[in-house]
């Protein structure tokens, strides 16, 4: 990882220099390719006038897979911006940033 410089700009963690690991974004991008062939999938379901059950029931799928993908992201994000924030004495800042990225995520869960 390359040293990120200058303050954090916007309240975001993330700098350009620091970012995901290239493959936990190709594993986060792969799940969501899939989520989304899930979705089109259940469109297709509804067009059919498939079973309201079984709609549901994929529909609790594709949940399940989002929030996956929600936790391949705050872990990967974790690893590289947080750990980045920490080693350059922001710590607190970015985990009082991360805290109400958290928060927020589990609300809507």
């Known amino acids: 990882m390359k040293k990120a410089e200058g303050k954090h700009k916007g309240g975001a ?20 390719r ?6 089109r999938g259940i469109q297709s379901m509804l067009a059919e006038h498939k079973s309201c059950d ?4 994929q529909l609790t799928a594709v949940r399940s897979a989002v ?3 929600s936790v391949k992201l705050l872990e990967g994000h974790m690893e590289t911006c947080v750990l980045q924030c920490i080693e350059e004495g922001e710590g607190k800042a970015a985990l009082d940033r991360l805290k109400g990225a958290v928060a927020a995520a589990l609300k809507q869960a």
Do not use: A, S, W
């Not at 963690?13 to 969501?32: A, F, G, Q, S, T």
């Open 34 to 39: 899939r989520v989304e062939g899930h979705l």
């Open 13 to 32: 963690i993330c700098m350009e220099e620091v970012y995901l690991r290239p493959e936990v974004e190709k594993e986060i991008l792969d799940r969501l």
């Open 67 to 69: 929030t996956q993908v």
């Open 54 to 57: 079984d709609i549901l029931m």
